[in-house]
């Protein structure tokens, strides 16, 4: 009988997006499951490590969150890999950790998958020495691990061959986002940190600019915190005669849902974002999405004239087509089935399937040692 593959993930932390994938892995036969994370839960505090469903281990060393990134340096991941002898090994980023952990599969003559949330279009203003950081390892990986087509290409770039390539979604829970949408929703909904590259007081000049169009007050929600409130509640007061905004605050995987809900359009005008998952939780809500082309979803998931619009961050365009899809009920449905649809195959099993296929491969692969 062949014993289980050994695997341990090395990643940031346990994102509500990516633990429900976890677990599947760690349930899949065959496959024995350990995470270590750089840090504790900070994304959706009510997640309870003794609940993920796999066996879960967490470093020290300072972890620090930046507006775009985040850094974690802690060489403990060594001895960590040591004790627990895996058979595979998977990083999910670049940063001194993750290289660690490279490294001591490298060393130890353990396949590595490499697996990026990033793509070619978040990663294109990369310096030379990051870029030469990826090439050297993806050169030496045995799978690979993307988010998106977008994360393929990136892959691509760098020479990696097709057949090596998997996809393991960013995804949300579908279902628990099919609320039914109520009689009299908010016009738009904001969901995401309050910085500079989301673009919040964007979306607060495009509910402006739809409320003189429509000739009345439009109402936007909020859903999140960052720097960049007090600035957002100022402005809000000075357009208060056209928009009625409403500042929600952080709201919990438990109450995300409703927020969805209670609005009719979602505005997503990050300037920079390799996926947005908030993009998901919109159409599993049936909600018409308005994206930037610098998002990931933007073509992918958000599919322009299909289930949303993909407009270059101009106030006049996304006014131009929130005013059609607010003023055209027989479009908004469509739109708003289309949402539904299109976000069906980005599903947790979906994702965990593209992860386990890769790791067989990685294990199968050349680079496998024979067993110790």
Same mark, same amino acid.
């Given at each position: 009988?062949?014993?289980?593959?050994?695997?341990?993930?090395?990643?940031?932390?346990?994102?509500?997006?990516?633990?429900?994938?976890?677990?599947?892995?760690?349930?899949?036969?065959?496959?024995?499951?350990?995470?270590?994370?750089?840090?504790?839960?900070?994304?959706?505090?009510?997640?309870?490590?003794?609940?993920?469903?796999?066996?879960?281990?967490?470093?020290?060393?300072?972890?620090?969150?930046?507006?775009?990134?985040?850094?974690?340096?802690?060489?403990?991941?060594?001895?960590?890999?040591?004790?627990?002898?895996?058979?595979?090994?998977?990083?999910?980023?670049?940063?001194?950790?993750?290289?660690?952990?490279?490294?001591?599969?490298?060393?130890?003559?353990?396949?590595?998958?490499?697996?990026?949330?990033?793509?070619?279009?978040?990663?294109?203003?990369?310096?030379?020495?990051?870029?030469?950081?990826?090439?050297?390892?993806?050169?030496?990986?045995?799978?690979?691990?993307?988010?998106?087509?977008?994360?393929?290409?990136?892959?691509?770039?760098?020479?990696?061959?097709?057949?090596?390539?998997?996809?393991?979604?960013?995804?949300?829970?579908?279902?628990?986002?099919?609320?039914?949408?109520?009689?009299?929703?908010?016009?738009?909904?904001?969901?995401?940190?309050?910085?500079?590259?989301?673009?919040?007081?964007?979306?607060?000049?495009?509910?402006?600019?739809?409320?003189?169009?429509?000739?009345?007050?439009?109402?936007?929600?909020?859903?999140?915190?960052?720097?960049?409130?007090?600035?957002?509640?100022?402005?809000?007061?000075?357009?208060?005669?056209?928009?009625?905004?409403?500042?929600?605050?952080?709201?919990?995987?438990?109450?995300?849902?409703?927020?969805?809900?209670?609005?009719?359009?979602?505005?997503?005008?990050?300037?920079?974002?390799?996926?947005?998952?908030?993009?998901?939780?919109?159409?599993?809500?049936?909600?018409?999405?308005?994206?930037?082309?610098?998002?990931?979803?933007?073509?992918?998931?958000?599919?322009?004239?299909?289930?949303?619009?993909? $407009? =270059?961050?101009?106030?006049?365009?996304?006014? &131009?087509? @929130?005013?059609?899809? #607010? *003023? %055209?009920?027989?479009?908004?449905?469509?739109?708003?089935?289309?949402? $539904? =649809?299109?976000?069906?195959?980005?599903?947790? &099993?979906? @994702?965990?399937?593209? #992860? *386990? %296929?890769?790791?067989?491969?990685?294990?199968?692969?050349?680079?496998?040692?024979?067993?110790?």
């Amino acid at each position: 009988m062949n014993a289980d593959i050994k695997t341990v993930i090395v990643t940031n932390v346990p994102a509500p997006y990516r633990v429900p994938v976890w677990r599947r892995v760690a349930e899949t036969k065959g496959i024995n499951l350990d995470l270590i994370f750089c840090a504790s839960q900070h994304i959706d505090t009510s997640l309870n490590a003794s609940n993920y469903g796999f066996n879960n281990h967490f470093l020290s060393g300072r972890y620090k969150i930046m507006e775009r990134r985040f850094m974690h340096s802690d060489i403990g991941v060594w001895t960590l890999l040591n004790q627990l002898q895996p058979d595979v090994v998977i990083t999910t980023g670049y940063i001194p950790t993750f290289l660690f952990a490279f490294f001591w599969a490298l060393t130890h003559g353990v396949p590595h998958v490499a697996m990026s949330d990033g793509t070619a279009n978040s990663e294109k203003s990369l310096s030379f020495l990051h870029r030469w950081v990826r090439r050297f390892v993806l050169s030496r990986s045995a799978a690979f691990v993307g988010a998106c087509e977008g994360s393929s290409d990136l892959f691509r770039q760098y020479g990696v061959a097709e057949h090596q390539i998997h996809k393991a979604y960013l995804c949300a829970d579908n279902e628990r986002f099919s609320c039914p949408v109520p009689a009299a929703p908010i016009d738009f909904v904001f969901c995401g940190r309050f910085v500079a590259h989301k673009r919040p007081l964007f979306a607060m000049q495009v509910a402006r600019e739809v409320a003189v169009r429509l000739g009345r007050r439009t109402s936007i929600d909020f859903v999140g915190s960052g720097i960049m409130e007090t600035e957002m509640r100022a402005y809000a007061d000075e357009i208060a005669e056209f928009v009625d905004c409403r500042f929600l605050g952080y709201a919990s995987q438990s109450v995300l849902p409703q927020r969805y809900a209670d609005a009719k359009l979602f505005l997503f005008p990050s300037e920079w974002d390799p996926w947005g998952v908030v993009a998901n939780e919109a159409c599993a809500s049936g909600l018409p999405i308005i994206v930037s082309p610098y998002a990931g979803v933007a073509g992918e998931l958000v599919v322009d004239g299909k289930n949303g619009y993909v $407009r =270059e961050l101009d106030v006049k365009q996304w006014a &131009e087509v @929130s005013v059609k899809l #607010l *003023t %055209d009920e027989a479009l908004y449905k469509s739109y708003s089935q289309n949402s $539904r =649809e299109q976000v069906a195959e980005y599903s947790f &099993e979906n @994702s965990a399937l593209g #992860l *386990t %296929d890769a790791i067989r491969q990685a294990y199968d692969s050349e680079k496998r040692t024979d067993p110790k």
